[in-house]
């Protein structure tokens, strides 16, 4: 799980990095990507102070409203995702004279005023979420230590780098005050019938990374056959109402990612897709049960809605039969990949 926490932080602060920089308003650059960082300037104009406090609270609202997704849909259990909702974000600005420097046709921002910003980071404000401005920035624009609203609430504070003393306003910022946007939050499905198909089968692994073998695409060739290619995005951890495309012979069979009421100590995963015909929508579930720390069984659950008597036909005398000896080659070739990767541990 050590391999699947580190690359799905790395998804998670990828995708909080393309919703601040899709938050930027004001025509900043991005300079640099600093880790898990942005980098912002702006040449020959400083934002007026309800420009700034605008943008500003404009980046916050994406941050969280990402992370209310990103808790509210998620799927997977390692450590990564379930802490996700916890991450805070510190925004600093400062102003100054820039001087640039050229690295392989790359104008980046150099000098003092980008050696006193990022000192600015180490600063002793008791909070990981916070604006804070730098004493020359607030003057320029008319910041007042007294400002206060809704969402901002400033104090001074200092800081000595290097035996000089800097200066700065800076605001913590409540949640609770922030305009979270609305998202698509998929629902769970049920049924009052028994599933048109049912396999079962154990595995020697943690039903966690079962999940993350079922769920992380990048894994589906090993065992599904058929399939020329599987379209997805390779920067996004699965979680509820996430897509991927199964291209077979120049066909994009779209699927989207769903779930149902299941027992306690279950993982659920499931697909719906409305794309092959008769079918008008079919739904695969993959339910994860625990048994040991590292083995668990895993049951296969095929659900079909056909609105004709025609498709019901059609599903219930032929294509059931395709459906259930494709299934059952996949689970056996996943157990397989498996059982492989637990012989042969990279």
């Not at 500003?56 to 996700?84: D, Q, V």
């Amino acid at each position: 799980m050590q391999t699947t926490e580190v690359e799905h932080s790395q998804h998670v602060i990828s995708e909080l990095l393309e919703v601040l920089i899709g938050a930027n308003t004001e025509d900043l650059q991005l300079a640099e990507i600093e880790g898990d960082a942005l980098f912002f300037y702006k040449e020959e104009e400083i934002p007026s102070l309800e420009k700034l406090l605008a943008q500003i609270e404009t980046m916050f609202s994406a941050f969280y409203s990402h992370l209310t997704l990103l808790k509210n849909n998620r799927i997977c259990t390692c450590n990564a995702c379930s802490t996700a909702p916890n991450l805070n974000l510190k925004i600093i600005a400062h102003c100054g004279e820039l001087q640039f420097i050229s690295v392989q046709k790359n104008r980046k921002p150099f000098g003092a005023q980008v050696i006193e910003v990022h000192r600015l980071m180490k600063n002793s404000i008791d909070s990981d979420n916070y604006v804070l401005l730098s004493k020359s920035l607030s003057d320029d624009i008319g910041l007042s230590v007294n400002y206060c609203s809704k969402l901002y609430q400033f104090k001074k504070g200092d800081n000595e780098y290097d035996d000089k003393k800097i200066e700065y306003l800076y605001s913590i910022i409540n949640n609770q005050e922030l305009k979270i946007k609305p998202f698509a939050q998929a629902k769970k499905i049920h049924f009052d019938k028994a599933p048109s198909l049912h396999f079962e089968k154990h595995f020697p692994i943690s039903a966690s990374q079962l999940l993350e073998y079922i769920t992380n695409y990048k894994y589906r060739h090993e065992w599904v056959d058929g399939v020329d290619k599987f379209e997805y995005n390779e920067n996004e951890v699965t979680r509820l109402g996430t897509e991927h495309v199964c291209v077979i012979s120049d066909k994009h069979l779209n699927f989207v990612t769903v779930t149902k009421a299941g027992n306690p100590g279950q993982l659920i995963y499931g697909e719906l897709t409305t794309s092959p015909s008769p079918v008008d929508e079919l739904y695969t579930f993959y339910v994860i049960n625990p048994l040991t720390h590292n083995s668990c069984k895993l049951e296969l659950e095929i659900f079909w809605k056909a609105k004709s008597i025609i498709k019901k036909i059609i599903m219930a005398f032929v294509v059931k039969r395709v459906l259930k000896k494709n299934f059952a080659k996949s689970i056996d070739d996943l157990h397989n990949f498996v059982s492989k990767i637990e012989l042969n541990p990279q």
